[in-house]
Every structure is written in C-alpha cells, then in structure tokens.
C-alpha cells in the first residue's frame, strides 16, 4: 500500500482545522456514499448529513455546524468542496509531461514558445502563434495563425482556437465570405476543455480572460469577450460579439445570442436562452423543467394562446372597471 498522507499534513495543506487523530494516514478520496476505511470524504450538504452516523470514512471534511456533531477525524472547512478538491491535489499529484514538443506535432513558421511548454502529439501550431510559460496542449489541439495563449494554459484534445467565425453577408441567392482578419487571444491561467472551439475575431480579437474555465464541447464565437475567472459548463454556446463578465458562472447547453452584454458576478443556469442582455448580478433561468409528453403538449398549446388570452383578460379587466366606476356614481 503507498505511504499516504496524514490528516495533519491534509489539514495544513488545505488550511484547515483539524479534529481527531493528526497521524491518521489516508490513501484516497471517496464519494460519500463508497468511502471505506483508509479514505476522506466530505459533505456540504445537509441531505446528506445521515452519513456522519453511517460512513466508514477514516474521515471526513466537514462544515462548522456538522463537525459539532460528529465525534470522529475530520477536516473542519467552510468550503467543504473546495477543501476536497485540494485535498484531491495532494493525494493524487498531476503527473506533468516534461516539457517537450512531440515529434509529430507540426510548428509554423514565427511561432514564439515560452518556457516549460509541453506540446503532445498530433498537434498543429499556425504561422505567428504565441505560447505563454508552462502552458500544456494536450494530443491533437489547433492553433490557427496568429493565436495567442498566456502562461499556464491547459488545453484539452480536440480543441481548436482560431478557426474563422462564422461571417457571410447575403449575396442575392448565395453568401460572400467576409474575410476573418482578427485572431483568438487567451489570458493566463486558462483551462480549456476538449473538442472546444474559440473562432478567430472578424477585426481585432476574440478574448479570454485571466482564468477563465472552459468544459468540453463548447462553442464560442467570433468577436467575443469573456471576463477574468468566468466558467462555462459543456454544450453551450455563444454568439458572435458577446461581451461576458468576470466571475460568471453559464451552466451546461445554455445558447447567447449575439452582440449581448452580460454584467460581472451572473449566474446562468443549465439550458438557458438568453436572449437580451443581463444588466445586474444574479441567478439568471429560462425553458422549462421536463413532464409527461402529454402533460407538455397540453402546456405547448396553451403557451400559444397566452396573447389572446392576455388580451381576452385586459379587456375584461377594463369592462370591470367601468362597472365599478359606474357603481360608484
């Protein structure tokens, strides 16, 4: 069995404060409900507070609240998930490439590397590329020319940065190519999931800030700027000229339309459309949760007589009115 790592060494890691045995030693981190013993585990959550009295977790990261209830080894955190999360980082160390440059990987001309970039197979680098100190691209990512990523960068398989957004404008019955002459720029401290794809600007750049946190299949158009430290979960997409905050945080599948503005510190929750701009911080939502087809096809019908029946109630309202006024006199 390896050596482990002792809830001391997890709690000061973590900065956190310790309950029970400091020389405890842990070997993995478990979900909750598949802990055993040698394991941490946490919970924030209180639906789940029935596994303080049922876990055979060696311990547990747990809130202020519950850890006055529990007897037993523990990390006591405010941010049990974030706490896990570090705790996960200690246990399991990343195992880095050394940085190199694959044999198979094709470099354009012009291309300026920094420091300690790792560069994996099958990857394509365009003429006048900038890659930033430390950044990683993993097996088979695209530049296209001019790209530029920051220090720090980890891009995933199948990521394409720089292809040409998506302009034509309307020829008669066909299109003309309106020529994509800007390029992507990406800040540091970026991570930027698989089969992901941030199109080239039509004029100056498509922008990632500082930090920003991409998932996997996610489809960011051209001109688009988005804010230091936002994240974005998989399936979603955003149209040209989106102006995005920092801090954000745009669930899965959610589609923005173009040439919006979305205000510092929003939340967009799963499957949304958002359609006009967000002008304050908050929990944004749209659609509908899913029912019985039945149920739904009722629903979808109604949903096209909302106007008339708007409208049937407005007039209803002012005959109302006339009564009452009249009533009166």
Known sequence: MPEGVSLQALAEHTGTILQGD???????VASIDKAQVGEISYIRDAKYRHYLQTSPASALILPPDMAQAYDGNCLISTNPYLTYAQAVGLLYPMVRPVPAIHPSAVISAGVELGEDVVIEAGCVIGAGCKIGDGSWLHANVTLYADTQI???????????LGADGFGFAPDRRTWFKIPQVGNVVVGDDVEIGANTTIDRAALGSTMIGNGVKLDNLIQIGHNTQIGDYTAMAACTAVAGSVQIGKHCQIAGMCAIAGHLSIADNVVVTGTSMVSHSITKPGVYSSGTTIEENAVWRKNAVRFNQLDKLARRLQELEKQLAALQNKGST
Request: proline share 0%.
């Open 150 to 160: 920051g220090q720090r960068c980890i891009i995933h398989s199948g990521a394409v």
């Open 22 to 28: 400091a020389q405890l030693r842990l070997y993995a």
